[in-house]
């Protein structure tokens, strides 16, 4: 099984400010973790990070044929992008939103998700550890 896991804008920026919301470990770090769990789940994982929304549009509709499951953080695009939304619905595979924070508890202008309403399964504020969940979630669902 091959799952593509997406994070967006900003996420590059792990570990170097607010470490107070998003943690002290890198985004590197998060490629790690990553790897290392879809490993040990017999999965393979491709891991894409953009600040730009027409390229992570772009690589959601590679995903077809490519990959079998979508693991997406959209970061700041999660409350705005109707084209990420489409774009997943477009391509219509099985998929996970994850939020490093919880984003239920903080603004106002975070407590809409649209890329969430393409999303089967949601692991919110779990820090790294929801990308972990979701890979699992995933591959115990669809893998083989
Ligand atoms: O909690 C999450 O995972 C978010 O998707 C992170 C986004 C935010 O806009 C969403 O509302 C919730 C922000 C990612 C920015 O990441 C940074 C990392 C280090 C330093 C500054 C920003």
Redesign the pocket.
């Known amino acids: 099984m091959k799952i593509l896991v997406i994070n967006g804008p900003?996420?590059n920026?792990?570990g170097?400010?607010?470490p107070g919301i998003?943690g002290r470990s890198t985004y590197d770090d998060l490629c790690a973790l990553i790897r290392q769990k879809a490993g040990a789940l017999g999965v393979d994982v491709a891991l894409f990070q953009s600040n730009s929304e027409g390229d992570i549009v772009t690589r959601i509709q590679q995903a077809l044929g490519r990959e079998d499951a979508i693991v997406i953080?959209p970061?700041?695009y999660?409350?705005t992008s109707i084209a990420i939304l489409d774009a997943l619905k477009a391509v219509a595979l099985p998929a996970a939103e994850v939020?490093?924070?919880d984003?239920g508890k903080r603004e106002a202008f975070?407590q809409v998700s649209y890329a969430g309403l393409a999303c089967e399964a949601h692991f919110i504020g779990l820090g790294f550890d929801g990308y972990v969940k979701a890979v699992e979630y995933l591959a115990r669902k669809y893998g083989g």
């Open positions: 900003n996420l920026m792990l170097i400010r607010e998003y953080n970061a700041a999660t409350h939020h490093i924070s984003i975070r």
